[in-house]
């Protein structure tokens, strides 16, 4: 096989690749109900956008902070209510942040973090509580 030939295939290869992750990366974000895109694990927080105004954002995670049996020390909302933010522990004593932020109208961030470096899966389970906790 000459180098133009193989030089073709790998082209052919990387760009198989990289439209197979984005549509990975699509289906991850459809399968959240009122999700506007996907998921995004980036250094210790997972960010997640949803198409609910930012009252019912809200609502939805403080649900979840009691449904996971989390204490809350720290609550507040900036001058123009564009970003809010829980603070506290988690069931097993770890520190936990959840901070809210107003895209649009309506459109929110729910941005969550572990501890100081983050925890993937426990940040997973509190997004996926403050999905269902839309629905309702």
Not at 44 to 69: C, I, R
Not at 111 to 129: A, C, L, M, N, P
Request: include cysteine.
């Amino acid at each position: 096989m000459n180098y133009l030939a193989k030089g073709k295939w790998i082209v052919l290869i990387l760009f198989a690749t990289m439209a197979g992750a984005g549509c990975a990366l699509f289906a991850v974000g459809a399968g959240v109900v009122g999700g506007v895109g996907g998921a995004e694990y980036v250094h210790g927080e997972l960010k997640q956008s949803y198409a609910v105004p930012m009252e019912k954002a809200w609502n939805a995670s403080l649900a979840t902070v009691d449904e996971l049996k989390m204490k809350t020390a720290e609550k507040w909302t900036d001058n123009l209510d564009q970003n809010r933010v829980i603070k506290g522990k988690t069931e097993e004593g770890r520190n936990f942040q959840i901070a809210l932020e107003a895209i649009s109208k309506d459109v929110t961030m729910v941005k969550v973090r572990i501890d100081t470096f983050g925890d993937e899966v426990y940040s997973k389970k509190i997004q996926e509580g403050v999905a269902k906790n839309l629905k309702k």
